[in-house]
């Protein structure tokens, strides 16, 4: 609904759990250019078509066709195509657990594809802030000219919730449409249009400027939720489905929860500066734990929830460990 | 310039000449397919180009066109989501076979079935000779490659029957045949739906020299020995070069 009133026209993608739903959803709506392919390889290559071609394009798909889609996202980046790419995530490596939920895509969404890119990454925890970070994410691919991948996971894409339909503002398209002149889009070391595969100083720049200007646009969307506690000396980090089950221990502790998870929110850096503890928990075996190290230098406290079950009283008893360590 | 030469208007002359091999027959595709556009007056506006990976692959970044090098094998895809974009636009694809039918085997399958009004122009050397001369989809058995060193053990790839099966248009023609070749895309142009052009054309480089051809012109006269036009069939043999609608 949020990516109709985004603006968006084209959609192509390939059924998987749990995400066919936005599928069969954008198959109904009369503004929206739906495309059923026959893989995600071809999904994401058909929205790159229709995107270069003037259209505002979405694919949806879960780990295992994003998996597929790494090649062709990193194709995007290089070529600058602005597109959405909607990442329902479920238990992997391999077939995993199809209708669980996890969080294991996180290194994939930054490191999937092969070279250097600096993608934007959203990840919402609720109904009304998919709704809110859809428009987000459609924004920030148009001022990128990026693939923008909006992340999720079966919990929350599953959750009936009531929202306020906002009409947030949309960026509209810069660039051109093909047809209109004579651009060469390719995935090759380019300068003006035309590829340059054997000057060093080309590519150096070119990957300066994407760096740059993904950085400028992810200031505008700097956005994360911190619950302060000044009774606690422990500041939990989460994310996602897991955030919504964390925010029942925020009596006991502070919560700090990104949502634009990529490039990290600076700001973590001055709030773990009051806490003596920092604990990441994330569904997975240890993703976004290293790179929230990596930013604060100092070692960092890690639960793991694996399987797609969470359970609040193991986290507590891993918790209280953490408590009485001190 | 004279009046011949008008076809180069197609192409960006600031990059000529083309980095391709001497003897390749990619710059006679190249300028095949400009002749057919100027053919048809199409506008430069308005006109699409989609490669591929590969030697062939270069081709799209040629055209004084809007054009788009996708990744290796996903030429179609990123075709049919250019043309359900912008059904205005002509779509063109020019690629390789080991592009098309190797990796972007399973699109061209479906592309066929969805029979979206795009051209394919395939550039059919029966090698992958970017990489350095391995065998390649349409590599005709117990031909010499660098991976098939005692000879190509599998068949080649029946491409009119994949693409016929759908009922999509279909010629094939090669290097050598020019007006032949030249015919085929210009019909392939004006077909509505897909339509696929094959055009076996030769690599002395990575794959004549090593199956013993002394140079690509003794390739071309191969082409004429072998290849009998066909126009009234509905199947073409082999060694048969034609149009099935």
Redesign the interface.
Known sequence: MAAVKAGLNFFAGYPITPASEILHELVNQKTVKVLQMEDEIASVNAIIGASLAGAKSMTATSGPGFSLMQESIGHAHMMEVPLVIVNVQRVGPGTGMPTFPAQGDIMQCKYGSHGDYFPIVFYPNSVAELYEFTFNAFNAAEESLSPVILLSDSYVSHLYETIEEADYPVSNRTLAPLGTSNRHFTGLTHKDSSPVTSDHGVHKKLIKHLETKQKKVSRKYNNYEYIENKYSDILLITYGALSRAVYDLKEDFAIYRPVRIFPLVDKIKTIAKKYKEIVVMEMNAGQYVNEIERLLHREVNFIPILGGKIDLNEIWTKLRRIKTKK | MTKELTYLNYL?QD?LPHQWCPGCGNGIVLKLACQAMEKLNFL?????M?SGIGCSG?S??F??????????G?A???????????E??NVMVISGDGDLFGIGG??L??ASRRNTDITIICISNAIYGMTGGQCSPTTELSSRTLTTPRGNVDTPINVQALVTAHNCFYARSTTYHLNHALKCITEALQHKGLSFVEIKSQCITNDGRRRGFKNSYEMLMSYKDTYKINNNSSVLEHDEIGIIK
């Open positions: 960006k990059r430069k506006t308005g006109t699409v989609v270069r799209a970044g055209f004084d066109l809007d054009s788009v090098h996708t990744a290796h996903r179609l895809p990123v075709a049919e989501g250019i043309k359900l974009a912008n205005k636009l399973n699109h399958l479906h």
